[in-house]
């Protein structure tokens, strides 16, 4: 095979990947400020829900558990399944590579941690949920309840909640692997 065929083949093929990898550019954006929650396709918003809690202390960049705070960063869904407490429960790979960089400079987490928690999401499979980190951090529906506290206050202990007919909506947009973008 010559140099100049050799070559062709290799711009073909990183043009195929590169397509691959842009093919579906779904993803959520998580606006703790508006409290918004956005399905994008490219630059284009597809679904637009408004009036989502988080945290009942805020957000955070550096979350712990108990800290009622919900993280910001960049997460990609890891299950999407029915719950009793909140009717529908979309979970994310929280702790990212990012918190766990930050967690062992900080020495909240020793480098056995840090390297647990990066080789889970290199894996793509749930992070450990039990380290000071926390975890158990999603997208999820009131359950059973209070429309009136969920209008007024930002209620959970880390996670982003919706209406359950909010969650319902969403739920036809979202795929395993998709990213979560919590700002």
Known sequence: MSTA?????????VLVQTLAAGA?????????VSQTLTVMRGP????????????RAGVSGGKY???????????????????DRFHRF???????D?????????GAIDR?????????????????????LGGHIGIHG???????????????????ALTNAQVDQLLPWLRIGMVVEIR
């Not at 065929?5 to 093929?13: D, E, K, Y």
């Not at 979309?90 to 990212?96: F, G, K, M």
């Not at 990012?98 to 900080?106: S, Y």
């Open 112 to 132: 056995a941690t840090r390297d647990r928690i990066v080789a889970a999401i290199d894996a793509d499979r749930p992070p450990p949920q039990n380290t000071v």
């Open 44 to 55: 284009e918003a597809i679904l637009s829900l408004e009036g989502i809690a988080i945290g």
């Open 65 to 83: 558990r108990g800290d009622n705070r919900t993280p910001l960063g960049r997460y990609s869904i890891t299950s999407i399944r029915d719950s």
């Open 24 to 32: 579906d550019t779904t993803r959520v954006v998580v606006d703790t």
């Open 5 to 13: 065929t050799r070559w062709l083949l290799a711009c073909l093929l």
């Open 98 to 106: 990012v918190d766990a960089e930050r967690a062992l400079d900080e």
């Open 90 to 96: 979309i979970a994310l790979s929280y702790p990212n």
């Open 142 to 160: 009131l359950g059973g309840g209070d429309p009136d506290i969920h209008a007024t206050l930002n209620w959970t202990r880390g996670c982003v």
